[in-house]
């Protein structure tokens, strides 16, 4: 059997414009018999039973969450119920049509947290500024279940709107982000304070939206990140931690402008991106209608 065979058994996906996209291992045009088998019994058993969401469960979300369980069906079946389940506990569909988070403004001067134009690979990337955290004004301005809320309505239209625009934009399926996790001026007192929503959304990534991690950085990583690395790292699978890279403080800018382009990247984080106003409120990327097609804000 030739090295190739595996991947003629899944069609490559409708769309593909990029001469160059080879899919990875476990995705649409690169499955292996077992895994190909796998996809159409995970889905004839959804249908059969009555659990199957067609204009959700397509082959793509049904290959995260078979790569989560390392496509061992009973398994991903499971997490795909109880995913279902917790989607109608909290309510999901009506988050999504009728959930604003009005206060956006004024949390981010507390609590940055954005999409930010696309890395060389395609994804939409994901700044968290932890470090700016002010847990007093936060609670001030909102709430803990209006931030998780936010967090999931972000999730459900990074699925919805931004990878298929970058997907677009790049010519072949994009299916992960890229995250810069600031830490300057973290302190353990904070963290401990929010803790509780970080373990929180954590766990609805990992288990709700799985295998939407591409990269993921640790930057300024304050000295007793160790502990609270500690703290945190239990908490996610072998395959998260291994997506996972803590940078040093010298390796910051040349790592981040490996992955991302100098235009894309905020300044603050050593690229040459100012949008207007701010980078952290442009919403800038190709699925935003301002923004010129390599994502940059205030476009014509």
Not at 12 to 26: C, E, F, I, Q, T
Not at 107 to 115: A, F, I, M
Not at 178 to 198: E, H, N, P, Q, W
């Amino acid at each position: 059997m030739s090295s190739a065979e595996p991947a003629s058994v899944s069609p490559m996906p409708k769309g593909v414009a990029d001469p160059n996209y080879k899919p990875l291992p476990g995705r649409l045009g690169n499955l292996t018999p077992g895994q190909q088998h796998a996809l159409d019994t995970l889905k004839k058993q959804l249908q059969d039973e009555g659990h199957f969401v067609p204009e959700r469960m397509d082959h793509a979300m049904l290959l995260r969450f078979l790569r989560a369980r390392k496509f061992d069906v009973a398994k991903t079946k499971a997490m795909i119920l109880a995913a279902e389940q917790w989607r109608e506990e909290y309510k999901v569909d009506d988050i999504v049509k009728n959930f604003v988070f009005t206060e956006k403004k004024e949390v981010d001067k507390y609590y940055p947290q954005y999409y930010h134009k696309m890395d060389k690979d395609g994804r939409p990337v994901y700044i968290q500024r932890l470090g700016k955290l002010d847990v007093n004004a936060l609670n001030a301005i909102t709430s803990q279940d209006r931030q998780l809320r936010r967090f999931i309505l972000e999730y459900e239209k990074f699925l919805t709107e931004r990878l298929p625009a970058c997907s677009k934009a790049v010519g072949h399926p994009v299916e992960t982000s890229c995250t810069i996790m600031d830490l300057a001026g973290v302190s353990l007192t904070s963290f401990y304070r929010v803790k509780d929503y970080v373990f929180q959304a954590a766990g609805i990534g990992q288990d709700r939206y799985p295998e939407c991690m591409g990269k993921f950085y640790i930057i300024n990583a304050p000295w007793a990140f160790s502990t609270v690395w500690s703290i945190i790292k239990p908490w996610l699978d072998e395959v998260t931690v291994a997506k996972i890279d803590i940078l040093s403080s010298g390796s910051v800018k040349e790592k981040l402008l490996s992955q991302i382009p100098a235009e894309n990247l905020p300044v603050e984080f050593g690229g040459k991106c100012r949008c207007p106003g701010s980078c952290s409120l442009s919403d800038a990327g190709p699925w935003n209608p301002q923004t010129s097609e390599n994502g940059s804000a205030g476009a014509a």
